[in-house]
């Protein structure tokens, strides 16, 4: 099978969905040179990697881009076209062109904006909506989402599909060579990612204030862009606890910060789903989730982490001090979290399913064109 991806993010699962399709199909993938050079040594080198100057969503040179992808779709005659994100408005322009040459799949990431989501928030809200509505199939990481989905998006939900979200294993392979810490006493806990008001960051604060002495040294690692957390310093119960990495983390420290962290915590008051998540339980890192999107059944089932309310700080932070205080059970979800990355969620694995799917989205697609195809009536 000849699958064509176009990749405009994110990153993270593109790698992983792109090296998951390899294993089982022909992958050409076309993404955005600026934010994909200097990665390609993490694809799988049977990827056909297609880097394109991808300009800003303003620019008029998108029309540019759109012919040079129209031109390689028909040199590819892919089996399936199948768009990582929803979230590039140009290419509203030629999805019925795509449509014309494979059926078209969209995979939806977020059905609604997360509340002080910047970046999103900046791209017009229409254009993510068209990009679905234009799709023949929508594909999704979970139950709650298709439903949500498939009534935003006007589709029968016979065509919005649930695949798992694949592991994002690179920085657990480029923290292989990394040392192992000595025992130290305490906890450290680390929330790593876009620091806006979904992310619970004050809900994390407050827990920490309410902990009070329960966990001798406990440090807090905060790394992302976004907020600063160093705004919200009043609630913090002791600064002194907290180290923060505000701004673009690097690879390198990404990888370290995971390598080095006992737990990690997703403390959202929003959300679809995560891939911290899924970085996480490939470094075998236990997790402490609010119970939001896909994050609480997701964590429950794999057995990698605990599951509090949200906005909840005193729930949150009596999960990070049961943590602490009971190391055979932090040991038991890092396991399960360890079993399941290597399992169902592997990026191989994933890549199957959707070779599956894509394999009755083609054949659904001729079995219509055969039913609606008009009959010659022959003379009697």
């Not at 089982?24 to 994909?36: E, G, S, W």
Request: net charge neutral; with cysteine.
């Amino acid at each position: 099978m000849r699958v064509l991806l176009i990749a405009p993010g994110p990153v993270d699962h593109t790698i992983a969905c792109a090296n998951g399709l390899a294993a089982h199909a022909q992958v050409t993938l076309i993404a955005p040179a600026r934010l994909y050079r200097g990665l390609e040594r993490w694809l799988d080198p049977a990827v056909d990697l297609q880097l394109m100057d991808w300009p800003r969503t303003r620019s008029l040179r998108n029309l540019a881009l759109l012919g040079r992808m129209m031109r390689l779709v028909r040199r590819a005659r892919p089996d399936v076209i199948h768009v990582l994100s929803n979230t590039t408005v140009w290419l509203n322009a030629i999805a019925p062109l795509l449509r014309r040459h494979a059926p078209l799949i969209t995979t939806v990431h977020d059905v609604t904006p997360h509340p002080g989501d910047r970046e999103t928030l900046q791209l017009p809200d229409w254009g993510a909506r068209m990009m679905a509505r234009q799709s023949d199939d929508l594909l999704v990481h979970g139950a709650g989402l298709r439903d949500a989905a498939a009534q935003r998006f006007g589709k029968p939900p016979a065509r919005v599909h649930v695949v798992p979200h694949p592991t994002i294993t690179r920085y657990a392979d480029a923290a292989r060579d990394l040392p192992a810490l000595p025992p130290r006493p305490g906890l450290r806990v680390l929330l790593f990612g876009r620091m806006f008001a979904y992310k619970g960051v004050d809900d994390l604060l407050r827990a920490e204030a309410l902990l009070g002495d329960r966990i001798p040294d406990l440090q807090l690692v905060l790394a992302g862009r976004g907020d600063d957390p160093n705004d919200l310093r009043d609630l913090m119960g002791d600064p002194a606890r907290y180290l923060i990495h505000h701004g673009f983390i690097p690879d390198e420290q990404a990888s370290r910060l995971f390598h080095d962290c006992d737990v990690v915590v997703l403390p959202y008051s929003e959300a679809s789903q995560s891939g911290v998540l899924m970085i996480a339980a490939t470094f075998g890192k236990p997790v402490v989730v609010t119970d939001v999107g896909e994050l609480g059944s997701t964590v429950r089932a794999a057995g990698a982490g605990l599951v509090v309310p949200p906005r909840d700080p005193a729930a949150l932070a009596d999960a990070i001090a049961l943590m602490h205080d009971d190391p055979d059970l932090r040991e038991r979800l890092a396991q399960g979290a360890a079993a399941w990355a290597d399992g169902p969620v592997r990026p191989d694995r994933v890549g199957a399913q959707m070779v599956a799917l894509y394999d009755r989205i083609r054949q659904r697609g001729h079995a219509l064109d055969r039913t609606d195809a008009p009959r010659i009536r022959r003379p009697d």
